[in-house]
């Protein structure tokens, strides 16, 4: 009797759609601390946000014919994360665009989930930053009906005095993108996916570690005089390291390190020297193109060989299927 | 061990591994392989009737008539009165042999003739490892069964204990191995602390603590694994024990080692000590039945008489798993009574299962399966050129050292079809290569 049912016959009930429906539950404790910081619309916004992901990622894959994958959640959480990345006082039809750009552009036109070679929530942030920049730059002071403010960071590039304490940036109470204010609710969020195995947990402490440290070394008024906690506490550092860096644009597990250390001294190298006070987004987007080669370091032995084996070459094709 | 899984709780080994073996012998069985035996010969229960594959001589399971020979198979029907004859009782089975006046060349000889192969599995014969001409310091005996679900040779070491022992005993001398090392997992620590209470009274059981030596200067040392799959997998198994690695392309022979089954120590003894061909074997009949359990039966019995035996399968959307849940074969889906194949020298288990393909989606490329292979590869990357047709990517990618454990297909959260791919992948560069070294 000829079967079609192939060895093992366990398997894991860990599925894709699980792993999205996570980082999607573990986002939630920081959107309702957006939603108490900034009031409805970051709520609106963040829900709009996922629906236009979502959507969009199903007729690009509708019209090219694909196999459907736009229910297993990914890109719901690109669409949350990229809400996260936004002011409160965005205009939806910006959000509408990042959204299109991230999900078609980056995502489903490199080859749909696993294939994208950047992460397209950043991606998405960085197209409208280019293009709307005037739009997205608005940044607010929590509860206050929308008296805008320069965020932590960039009063301190400005070399303006901030009056917000540490304790105020940890629990989110100073402007900022919706979702990156508050870095207590990040936390326990991440706590939760580092509970269910999701992420890779030492790939975000290299990066939280290394742009910390960085900043604080290479100070603005000489070596190890830079403000720690401000850097650390102040942006979208940990909202960066917890749900970016972790994101399973493969590289191998000694080479997801490596990324993180790279995208930590771009980072910490764009705070310190240019123009721009966050650096997170063109820091992990640099350390992404740089994938390719760092997962060259893959130093995992085939057994019975003395020599270290690489993986040779990046290929896409991860869609298909034998069918 | 680098990688593996734990696939299950532990809790599907619970139910069958109290249960004691129970003997059953069919009225007819149907052998595989070249027989020169004709039709309506009378055949007794040892007699020599044909060849295997490996022309290794195979033996009739039962007494009786043959009923129906071809070239590829044949059915003996038994006779009711002979197959009730008590079993006679050896020495061996009850104490430890001191002495094994047989030679290195003897015991071979007659492992040979009793058409004994690895029935862990692999189904090779055992008297090829053996005859090596290489120097065996290490005689590995694997008891770590750690497919999910069977518990044949934990039953049989604490039912055979002796039996067990001694055709280790003979092994090590066939092998001329300085030691013995019986590989237990942990999750049969009660077989484990029984035999070292024949072997060894009164002392502590060693586990493996990830030390290079771990090993005492007993010629037998029983030695308790941690459990993870695919520990028994004979290069993983040298791995964790020995601390070393079978290169590519050799055999554990190359690094002075031999890997047997604990089931095969058992055979080797019925044939050394009692002159009995390997006839029957145990298997572990479970999953969705009413009644598992562990039974001896011929070589050749039915496997649907074993599921009926079992009191039948529990639920109509079944799937038959021939060996282990892992690595096992599915004869069947959603059985009702059909015919099946027959028991094996390899088959270790029957197991009914209850379970529904799920839909593969693309890869996310997570790492999971990389972190999961025992091998070291990057299944889903030979995955991908295999897609591709890229057989030299594949090649690169040292698809040829798949173990085909399964490891990454259970842990794939797309639900692909990995380690199916990648052991296509394996046969076509083990081909192109073979066909490579014909050309020079």
């Known amino acids: ?323 | 061990m680098r990688g593996g899984i734990h696939p299950t709780s532990g809790e599907d080994k619970e139910v069958t591994k109290e249960k004691p073996i129970r003997n059953f012998v069919p009225d007819e069985v149907k052998m595989e392989g070249n027989f020169f035996v004709k039709k309506g010969e009378s055949v007794k229960k040892g007699e020599k009737i044909g060849t295997d594959f490996w022309k290794i001589p195979l033996h009739a399971s039962i007494t009786g008539t043959v009923r129906e020979v071809d070239e590829t198979w044949c059915m003996i029907t038994g006779k009711k009165e002979d197959i009730d004859k008590e079993k006679k009782s050896f020495p061996y089975q009850e104490k430890l042999i001191q002495e094994i006046s047989e030679s290195a060349e003897e015991i071979i000889g007659k492992i040979k003739e009793a058409g004994i192969v690895g029935m862990g599995g692999a189904g090779f014969p055992t008297y090829f490892k053996y005859e090596t001409k290489k120097e065996i310091t290490y005689l590995l005996i694997n008891a770590a069964e750690c497919e999910p679900f069977l518990t044949c040779d934990e039953r049989l070491m604490i039912e055979n204990g002796y039996a067990v022992l001694n055709g280790i005993l003979a092994l090590k001398k066939a092998a001329d191995a300085k030691k013995a090392i019986l590989c237990i997992e942990d999750n049969k620590r009660e077989a484990a602390q029984f035999l070292q209470e024949l072997l060894n009274p009164g002392q502590e059981l060693q586990k493996e603590n990830g030390k290079k030596e771990n090993q005492d200067d007993r010629e037998i040392q029983i030695l308790l694994l941690p459990t993870r799959y695919p520990q028994g997998g004979e290069r993983q198994l040298i791995q964790t024990v020995l601390k070393k690695e079978v290169p590519i392309g050799g055999l554990p022979a190359d690094v002075g080692v031999i890997v047997s089954n604990v089931a095969t120590a058992k055979a080797a003894a019925d044939a050394v000590f009692a002159d009995q061909p390997l006839t029957e074997r145990i298997v572990t009949v479970t999953g969705a039945v009413e009644d598992p359990g562990n039974y001896l039966v011929p070589i050749g019995t039915p496997i649907e008489m074993l599921l009926e035996l079992s009191g039948g399968v529990c639920e109509k959307e079944n799937k038959i798993i021939l060996g282990g849940p892992m690595t096992g074969k599915c004869v069947a889906e959603n059985w009702n009574g059909e015919t099946l194949p027959t028991v094996k020298k390899t088959t270790s288990g029957v197991i009914a299962m209850l379970f529904q393909k799920e839909k593969e989606t693309p890869c996310i490329r997570c790492g999971a399966c990389i972190r999961a292979c025992p091998a070291g590869l990057a299944p889903f990357q030979i995955d991908i050129a295999y897609l591709d047709e890229d057989e030299k990517l594949c090649e690169m990618l040292y698809a040829s050292e798949c173990i085909a454990c399964g490891c990454c297909s259970y842990v794939c959260p797309a639900k692909r079809e990995l380690t199916h791919r990648i052991v296509k992948a394996r046969e076509i560069v083990r081909q192109k290569r073979k066909e490579r070294s014909e050309k020079k």
């Not at chain 1, 005037?134 to 009906?145: A, F, H, L, N, T």
């Not at chain 1, 917000?164 to 402007?175: N, S, V």
């Open chain 1, 1 to 323: 009797m000829k079967t079609e049912y192939l060895a093992p016959y366990l398997r894991s009930c860990r599925s894709t759609k699980e792993i999205m429906r996570d980082v999607v539950i573990s986002l939630l404790p920081a959107l309702g601390g957006a939603v108490y910081f900034f009031g409805l619309r970051a709520l609106t916004l963040t829900l709009f946000s996922a629906a236009v992901c979502v959507l969009s990622e199903y007729g690009w894959q509708k019209i090219t014919k694909r196999q459907i994958t736009a229910w297993d959640l990914s890109a719901a959480a690109t669409g949350m994360l990229l809400a996260f990345n936004m002011p409160v006082t965005t205009p939806f039809w910006v959000l509408f665009a990042a959204d299109l750009f991230a999900i078609v552009v980056v995502k489903q036109m490199f080859g749909g989930i696993g294939n994208n070679f950047v992460n397209p929530a950043l991606m998405g942030r960085l197209f409208v930053m280019t293009v709307w920049s005037g739009e997205i730059m608005q940044y607010v002071i929590p509860k206050s009906d929308g008296v805008s403010s320069a965020t932590v960071l960039s009063a301190a590039k400005q070399q303006t005095q901030s009056s917000y304490t540490y304790l105020q940036m940890f629990l989110g109470d100073i402007p900022g993108a919706i979702g990156e204010t508050s870095k207590l609710l990040i936390l326990i969020g991440f706590l939760y996916l580092c509970w269910k195995g999701i992420v890779n947990a030492k790939a975000a402490l290299v990066y939280i570690a290394s742009v910390s440290v960085l900043t604080f070394v290479f100070g603005r008024e000489g070596l190890f005089t830079g403000d720690f906690l401000g850097n650390l506490l102040g942006g979208g550092l940990i909202l960066g390291g917890c749900y970016m860096i972790t994101d399973y644009a493969f590289v191998s597990q000694k080479g997801k390190l490596l990324f993180a250390l790279a995208a930590g001294v771009i980072t910490a190298w764009i705070r310190i020297f240019s123009v721009y006070p966050e650096g997170i987004c063109f820091g992990i987007l640099t350390a992404n193109c740089l994938a390719g080669i760092l997962s060259m370091t893959e130093n995992d032995r085939v057994y019975g060989t003395a020599e270290k084996h690489r993986i040779i070459k990046m290929k896409d094709g991860g869609q298909r299927s034998e069918q």
